[in-house]
């Protein structure tokens, strides 16, 4: 089964609203969420991202990662993936509005 773990510049489940609409968007699969692998409010640190992003990477629980909350964790996945070779596939959404 698929192991979705999240990223998070920002508050995720602290913002619940977040949490809700992600889970709600798997629909019948909010069971594939991996809701204690979250990486939350990890800030805009290269150096946070890069270790939140390893750790997603190492948890044999997680097949995908979503980044959510800006470019800066797209960017150290992308980032992760190239560097290592053997990143897990990763989607980043972004916005204001849930």
């Known amino acids: 089964m ?5 990223i998070s ?3 995720f ?3 619940a609203p977040w949490e809700a609409a992600f ?3 798997l629909g019948v699969h909010a069971g594939w969420y991996v809701s204690g692998a979250l990486q939350e409010s990890v800030g ?3 150096g946070s991202l890069t270790t ?8 044999g629980s997680v097949t995908h990662i979503v980044t959510v909350g ?3 964790a797209a960017r150290a996945a992308w ?12 989607l980043s959404c972004r916005g204001n509005h849930v």
């Open 2 to 6: 698929p192991g979705i773990a999240v």
């Open 9 to 11: 510049t920002i508050a």
């Open 13 to 15: 489940r602290t913002n």
């Open 23 to 25: 889970t709600g968007g």
């Open 44 to 46: 805009f640190s290269q």
């Open 52 to 59: 939140a992003v390893s750790n997603l990477n190492a948890n």
């Open 70 to 72: 800006g470019v800066a």
């Open 79 to 90: 980032s992760y993936g190239n560097q290592h070779g053997q990143a897990k596939p990763f």
